[in-house]
């Protein structure tokens, strides 16, 4: 099976051809023809981040949202800012343990607004979907309406991969989403989560927060042999942001143990596998 040379891709996931002898997938040829100037996208954020007066991160409690809150507060010194966590009914309590902590040590206001996000995990389940896409647009949407009820302007996200190749969008409304963590690696954030009191939550599956993600994760595997993770951590590795043996590590199967099954069929009311 051939494996692209660049990223993590392979035949299962990607399209991939030989390009001068190397076997590249289609996203890194592109990526080739046009790379992301990782500098420039920092200097953009950096000078985003200048102009930002009020904003709410979004706060799942998970070591990137933590990151993102830790370099808004300490780093860039914004001069209103709320941690806001949508708690969608299977956060692990751990997360929201971390979320609480790392909040007060830093002197953030903290709020957790909570839905059911039931009926997206429900469907993810039942038909060994991934769940994350359906989740975050919910999520973000969430956000946004609290984003203008309080009159903050931006909200600051932990996600490592800009918008192409902008570490910001313009939402509806006039609300700004900063990717903060754009063009950092992994490496850079374990540094700053070993200066916070971050405690790691063993959950299967590439998160820190979600009880939900293991259990999908394990049902998308089972039936397509592969990781519904693989685009997103293919990217980071193409970037340079991940190592290609931790992508490789994230990828595998997770072993979901059987307290979190019982839990989430429970919660979900499901009868899977």
């Known amino acids: 099976m051939l494996k692209c040379s660049l990223c993590v891709h392979d035949e299962r996931t990607a399209r991939i051809d030989i390009v001068?002898?190397?076997?590249?997938?289609?996203?890194?040829?592109?990526?080739?023809?046009?790379?992301?100037?990782?500098?420039?996208?920092?200097?953009?954020?950096?000078?985003?981040?200048?102009?930002?007066?009020?904003?709410?991160?979004a706060y799942s409690g998970g070591k990137d949202s933590v990151v993102a809150l830790y370099l808004s507060k300490e780093v860039y010194k914004v001069p209103e800012l709320e941690a806001v966590m949508i708690?969608?009914?299977?956060?692990?309590?751990?997360a929201i343990e971390n979320a609480e902590r790392i909040a007060e040590h830093?002197?953030?206001?903290?709020?957790?607004?909570?839905?059911?996000?039931?009926?997206?995990?429900?469907?993810?389940?039942?038909?060994?979907?991934?769940?994350c896409r359906a989740c975050s647009k919910r999520t973000m949407e969430k956000l946004r309406?609290?984003?203008?009820?309080?009159?903050?302007?931006?909200?600051?996200?932990?996600?490592?991969?800009?918008?192409?190749?902008?570490?910001?969008?313009?939402?509806?409304?006039?609300?700004?989403?900063?990717?903060?963590?754009?063009?950092?690696?992994?490496?850079e954030r374990f540094e700053i989560l070993r200066k916070l009191p971050f405690e790691f939550p063993e959950l299967p599956g590439y998160t820190t927060n979600c009880l939900v993600l293991g259990p999908a994760l394990q049902?998308?595997?089972?039936?397509?042999?592969?990781?519904f993770e693989q685009r997103r951590i293919a990217a980071?590795?193409?970037?340079?942001l991940m190592s290609r043996e931790?992508?490789?590590?994230?990828?595998?199967?997770?072993?979901?143990?059987?307290?979190?099954?019982?839990?989430?069929?429970?919660?979900?009311?499901?009868?899977?596998?």
Not at 112 to 117: F, H, N, P
């Open 87 to 94: 708690d969608h009914g299977l956060m692990a309590k751990e």
């Open 20 to 57: 001068d002898g190397k076997p590249l997938c289609r996203e890194c040829q592109v990526y080739l023809r046009h790379p992301i100037d990782g500098k420039a996208v920092r200097r953009e954020l950096e000078e985003l981040m200048e102009k930002v007066d009020r904003a709410i991160v």
């Open 236 to 240: 980071l590795v193409r970037y340079g």
């Open 106 to 131: 830093l002197g953030v206001p903290f709020t957790i607004l909570r839905y059911d996000y039931s009926d997206i995990f429900r469907n993810a389940l039942l038909k060994a979907q991934s769940p």
């Open 246 to 273: 931790r992508a490789e590590k994230e990828l595998e199967r997770p072993e979901v143990p059987e307290w979190q099954w019982n839990l989430v069929r429970k919660k979900l009311g499901v009868d899977t596998p």
């Open 219 to 227: 049902l998308y595997w089972d039936k397509h042999g592969h990781s």
């Open 145 to 187: 309406k609290y984003a203008l009820r309080k009159g903050y302007p931006y909200i600051i996200t932990g996600h490592e991969l800009p918008f192409g190749h902008h570490p910001y969008r313009l939402m509806s409304g006039g609300v700004t989403q900063v990717r903060l963590l754009s063009m950092m690696s992994e490496g």
